[in-house]
Each structure stands twice: as C-alpha cells, then as structure tokens.
C-alpha cells in the first residue's frame, strides 16, 4: 500500500516521534539512536503548525515521557508474563531491553509506523535475541488483525499501552476493550495502560516546572497533539479527566471497562517507578516535588472479569471488508461491506482518488447497509470526499452502530446521512 495513503488517513503515528525524540532527549542511548536513524529533529516532532513548545513544556515532556516509559516497563516485567505486547510500540526501543532478558517481545503498531520503526530498531537487536522480537502493523479496533498478529505468541501475555487512548473515541476505545478481552481470554494475562490517567499525571508533573503558567502550558501541549495527530485528544469515556470530581470520573471509566468484561487494579506509579534521568534537568526541590505527587497517580492493571472466563466465538467473527463502486451522472456509487479503519481506508481513499482523476464528480453515494464498523481514519477519508466533491457525501442504510459513530463524532451533522 502507498505510504502516503497509509500516512493521510491516520496522521496520529505522527506523535510517536514526539515520544521517541523526548525520550532521546532524556538520555535513553538506544532512543538516541532510533532518532538519529530516522533523522528526527527537534522543529518535526514536537513543535506543529500553531504551537511552538515552550522550554519548560519540553522540560515537563521529557520528564512524563521517561517516567512513563520506564515505569510501564517495569510492571510488565513484573507481571511474570512469557511475552510482552507493546500496543502501540512507536518508534521506542523497548524491544531492546525486553529482549535482552530473555522475554519474547510483539512490537504492534499502524502499518506507517511498523515499516519505518521496525528496520531502525531490529538494527539496535543482538542477533541472538533477534527471534525474540516481533513487529506487526495493525489496527487496534480490529480484532482479526490483533489475533493474526499473535497467532504465535507464548501466554500469558503482559499487554501495554502507552499514548493510545486519548486519541480514540469513544466506539474506538469499546472495540480496543473487546479485543483486549478476546486476547486475554485466549492467551491469559493482563493488560497494563499508563493511559487512563493521563491528564492527572501531566499536571502533577507540570505544576512544580511551570507554575503559575502549568495550564497554558498544558493546553498547547493538548493541541500540539491534536495538530499531529487530527483527532480530538482525551474525549472518551475511559480517558480519566482531571477535571471536577476525579473520584466520580474514575468510576465512570471503571464502570466502562466493567460493561466490557474487565476489571483494573491503580498501581501506583511512585511505587513502581525507576531511576527518571530526566529529574537532573530540573532543580532538587522540583524533583521531589514530582516524585510525591506520583503517589496520587496510577498506570491500571487491566484483566478479564472472573465470571466470564469463556471464549466468546462471537469475537472472533472476521469483519472482512469488501468494496463494490461504479460511477453514474458524475456521481460515485459504492457499496461498504464489513470494517473500515485504518488497514481498510487507504483502499478505499485510492479508490476515489483514481475515480476522482478521470471523472469530474460532484457527489459520493455510499451504500452502508453491510458497513459493520468505521473507525477515525475510515471517518477522515469521507471528510476528504466530503470536501472535493461539490455536493459532498451521502450516506444510505446505516445501522445503528455505525450510526451511533456518527452521532459521537459530530459526522452526522458535516455528511448527507439518510434516514
């Protein structure tokens, strides 16, 4: 697949760089090198076009992001599973230091980031340790993917996600849950995710840096991620707000999980957490002040409700996509069957676009009555038919799901949606 179809309709690998660059700005060796392999620069990964960072959001960045990355490592090591599952594994060395221990490593990502990390970390990998790691590009919404992709994987399996879950919605983070739950069932293990927090971890870690200045500062660091990645960041209802009543907000998202099949454990991020390099770039007092307020946040320890311990078969089904398309008075037909996201869009964004350079349309009518699921990059290439097309994009026989999608993401008030 062309990878600048693979990179237009899911920019979001873009702030995988971000992490990468901050974490060779903290001094982790191996990072630095992935960055100078990829040429990454301090102008690409962390300003965007309307913010410029700050030096203590920098700063602040480095220290969340190492924090973060060691700390979620550690837990996985010591869940005492056989394999660990780096969902998204970016551009970070982790496989490294997993491998080196002799723990076998599956590096899952979308296939944009997958070709370009895959080659400048196997570079990094003793050849001995070599058959430890594992790179796959995915979708995380589509469980087929996720199953093929540790089809050969060793339970139980310590799955980890970092920087993920804030940039889904809400009907994105339910299909990650139900196959997280589809993988543990078959595999056994958990599922441990610095995500659920985020917004409380980056003030905790920010108010003794900037101040006065923290929440300026974090609202240029929320849309320097969304610059990057075209999504609205932590809008879902297992993305924890720190906003109002947080007790309340917790239990809202462990109730989410619950209706899911899963259960969480908080563990303490202060309890868990190494040696941070970064705390040398701030004064001794700002150091310790971060280092207690780790106490008041946690990483979640995610596994599979007790009382649901069989394997549902109905998870398992193969959504497979299928597309059927014709053009009639410069109008574009087609016919959607099964999931679009981020594996299936480019097709169908390559579709049009070749249609679109031989015919002059005006309108895109799109059968949805076999359309299963559509996911964010699925959305964005209707935007993109939306607005080179002059009478835009309508949409016939929506199921409910999907048409709940819409509703959830504002799609239904920007696309022609039929009743």
């Known amino acids: ?14 702030t995988a760089k971000m992490t990468a660059f901050q974490l060779a700005s903290a001094g982790v060796k191996d990072a630095a090198e992935v960055a100078e ?12 076009a309307s913010v410029k960072v700050a030096p203590e959001q920098m700063t602040a960045n480095v220290i969340l992001v190492e924090t973060r990355w060691r700390t979620s490592a550690a837990i996985a090591e010591q869940s005492g599973c056989k394999t660990i599952v780096d969902l998204p594994c970016g551009y970070t060395p982790r496989a490294k230091a997993i491998s080196q221990k002799g723990i076998a490593y599956y590096g899952l990502d979308l296939p944009v980031a997958i070709s370009e990390a895959e080659p400048a970390i196997l570079s990094l990998i003793d050849d001995d340790k070599r058959s430890l790691v594992h790179f796959c590009g995915v979708d995380a919404t589509n469980g087929e993917s996720l199953k093929a992709a540790l089809k050969d994987a060793e339970g139980p399996l310590c799955i980890t996600t970092e920087g993920l879950l804030m940039y889904f919605t809400d009907s994105e983070v339910g299909a990650l849950c139900e196959n997280i739950r589809m993988i543990l069932k078959e595999h056994g293990g958990c599922w441990v995710t610095a995500d659920t927090e985020p917004g409380l971890q980056y003030i905790l870690t920010m108010q003794p840096i900037a101040g006065d200045r923290f929440m300026e500062i974090m609202m240029k660091s929320k849309t320097a991620a969304e610059d990057k990645s075209d999504v609205n960041v932590g809008s879902n209802s297992l993305t924890v707000s720190p906003q109002g009543d947080v007790a309340e907000n917790m239990k809202k998202a462990m109730m989410f999980l619950a209706q899911h099949g899963l259960k969480a454990e908080r563990m303490i991020v202060a309890d868990y957490m190494p040696e941070v390099n970064s705390f040398s770039t701030v004064t001794p007092d700002q150091a310790q002040a971060i280092k207690q307020n780790m106490q008041k946040c946690a990483y979640w320890k995610i596994t599979v409700m007790d009382t649901d311990m069989a394997v549902d078969t109905a998870d398992l089904r193969a959504e497979s996509f299928d597309m059927q398309a014709s053009v009639a008075n410069d109008t574009l037909n087609l016919c959607l069957k099964g999931r679009v996201d981020t594996l299936t869009a480019p097709k169908m964004l390559a579709l049009y676009e070749r249609v679109k350079a031989e015919h002059a349309l005006s309108s895109v009518e799109i059968d949805c009555s076999e359309l299963e699921y559509i996911s964010s990059a699925g959305l964005r290439v209707l935007l993109i038919m939306q607005k080179g097309c002059p009478n835009g994009v309508t949409l016939t026989g929506i199921h409910q799901v999907v048409r709940e999608i819409l ?4 799609f239904d008030a920007i696309l022609d949606v039929a009743e």
């Open 1 to 14: 697949m062309d990878q600048n179809l693979l990179e237009r309709v899911n920019p979001v690998f873009n």
């Open 37 to 48: 392999k990829l040429s990454l620069s301090f102008e690409e990964t962390q300003n965007s």
């Open 407 to 410: 509703e959830q993401t504002g």
